[in-house]
């Protein structure tokens, strides 16, 4: 089943705690409890690996990485990584709402 059949487009404020909490469910379904590889590049909206090294050094990152012991790579616990998707679209609906003429 497609992830994105279950959640709904937030249109509305009360949409965003909803939101989350999809997002949540289905990443740690998808992912289990850390991102990374891949995944964790792909969830931040980084095209590379290399591109998401660079945010790093940068200190353009919005979750919180770290290291584990005996694994190569960076890591981010999905529960960050979701709620920061549902912060990102909130803030799109927010602004789409503003634009809005009343």
């Known amino acids: 089943m497609c992830i994105s ?10 949409n965003v705690p909803l939101l989350q909490q999809q997002m949540r469910e289905s990443m740690l379904r998808l992912h289990g409890p850390l ?35 005996n694994r190569r790579g960076w890591f981010a616990l999905t529960l960050d990584v979701a709620d920061w998707l549902a912060d990102m679209r909130s803030e799109v609906a927010k602004e789409e709402r503003d634009a809005s003429p009343p």
């Open 5 to 14: 059949s279950r959640i709904s487009p937030v249109s509305q404020p009360s």
């Open 35 to 69: 991102l990374g590889g891949q995944a964790l590049t792909a969830a931040l909206g980084h095209r590379t690996a290399a591109s998401l090294r660079q945010a790093r050094r940068r200190g353009q990152v919005a979750v919180p990485l770290f290291t584990v012991p």
